[in-house]
């Protein structure tokens, strides 16, 4: 077994300041070598994501202990039998793995895969198995990643490779930030460029997708819309022709809205700055049993459309290689959106997202 420095969460809380509370500690873990099909990655870069957050407050429960992260780049190390992946080869996780066997996975992306959702919520990689120890206990794994940490063993179907020229830090965003915002535009609204667009919710993955939408737009205007007033201020530095808090929204409409806060108030925004026949895309994760509350005859009488999209319907080994080369084209400047610190800061940059006073943290091993 090799031993590696990760972040455990032990117990679920949310008590803050976190930096005080240190609900994520760094360890010293046993991690098993990879298994067929399995690929063992040296992390360089993890994204700080709110879906980490809500594993966090307990707000989506998962088998206790875990090492989190699930956004990151990295580099192959080692790779079990049957893997089509070079030894130096840099990597980007993806938090939902398709075994492309189930019915889920015949639907072109918009339904997640059966056996990843199943072992997402084991806390196991895509083949069942689990290569984390703490003393020779089992550590569960967080969407099949685990990346904050200094190695990992995933599942190769949890892989994309991507170009070493992609910054780490830009390439980890790739795979859960932009590959949810860019898609819930691209997949699920299937917007075209010439439509309005309003985004609600502006932490990464509603940057992102303004990102995606500032670079592929032709006639459209851009509406972003949060409460916090300095990420207004980056919205229209990113490429936003209009940008207001909630209450400041009224009378403004668009074709295509965005909601990527994952709050019920949220949504409920993102229908009222809906345009008739407008088209609705909600990727927010909201707590359990949060609701909202909305006019059915909105739908009926202004026909508008209400999408739900997880992981923006992406089929990730099309769709990433895509945003890289928009990347590589200058048309999705996804440096301005990160922010970099080290893994040991890991609860210093938990209070910073949940107060929402950052975009995109990035961690570095």
């Not at 895509?126 to 904050?148: E, K, N, Q």
């Not at 668009?254 to 994952?262: K, L, M, R, T, Y």
């Not at 359990?288 to 080994?317: C, F, H, N």
């Amino acid at each position: 077994m090799r031993q590696i420095q990760a972040a455990v969460l032990e117990h679920a809380q949310n008590q803050k300041p976190y930096a005080e509370h240190q609900p994520l500690v760094i360890r010293q873990l046993q991690l098993e070598e990879p298994g067929p099909g399995e690929v063992l990655v040296r992390i360089t870069a993890a994204g700080l994501c709110h879906s980490d957050l809500s594993v966090i407050d307990g707000n989506r429960p998962r088998p206790l202990p875990m090492v989190l992260g699930h956004e990151s780049a990295g580099i192959v190390e080692q790779v079990g039998r049957g893997v089509d992946l070079a030894i130096g080869q840099q990597v980007i996780s993806v938090f939902l793995p398709r075994c492309e066997k189930c019915d889920a996975c015949a639907t072109g992306g918009k339904l997640p895969c059966s056996a990843g959702s199943q072992s997402n919520a084991e806390g196991t990689l895509l083949g069942g198995a689990r290569r984390l120890f703490l003393d020779g206990t089992p550590v569960h794994h967080h969407l099949g990643v685990s990346a904050f940490a200094s190695h990992a063993v995933m599942d190769a179907r949890s892989l994309i490779p991507v170009g070493a020229d992609v910054p780490a830090p830009v390439a980890a965003v790739l795979g859960c930030a932009v590959l949810t915002g860019g898609g819930a535009l691209r997949n699920a609204a299937k917007a075209t460029g010439d439509q309005d667009i309003a985004i609600v919710g502006l932490g990464g993955v509603g940057m992102a997708a303004l990102l995606v939408a500032a670079g592929q737009r032709t006639t459209g205007k851009i509406l972003a819309i949060d409460a916090n007033e300095e990420k207004l201020a980056i919205a229209r530095e990113l490429g936003a022709d209009d940008a207001c808090t909630p209450q400041q929204a009224e009378g403004r409409t668009a074709q295509i809205v965005i909601e990527a806060a994952g709050h019920p108030r949220a949504f409920e925004t993102a229908m009222q700055v809906s345009a008739v026949g407008s088209t609705v895309v909600t990727v927010g994760l909201p707590a359990p049993g949060a609701m909202s509350s909305i006019e059915p005859l909105a739908l009926t009488a202004g026909a508008r459309t209400v999408i739900g999209s997880y992981m923006g319907s992406a089929l990730p080994a099309r769709d990433i290689p895509c945003y890289e080369q928009l990347w590589c084209e200058g048309k999705l400047p996804l440096e301005k959106l990160v922010k970099t610190r080290a893994l040991a800061e890991i609860n210093q940059a938990l209070d910073e997202l949940a107060e929402g006073r950052s975009v995109r943290q990035v961690l570095l091993a």
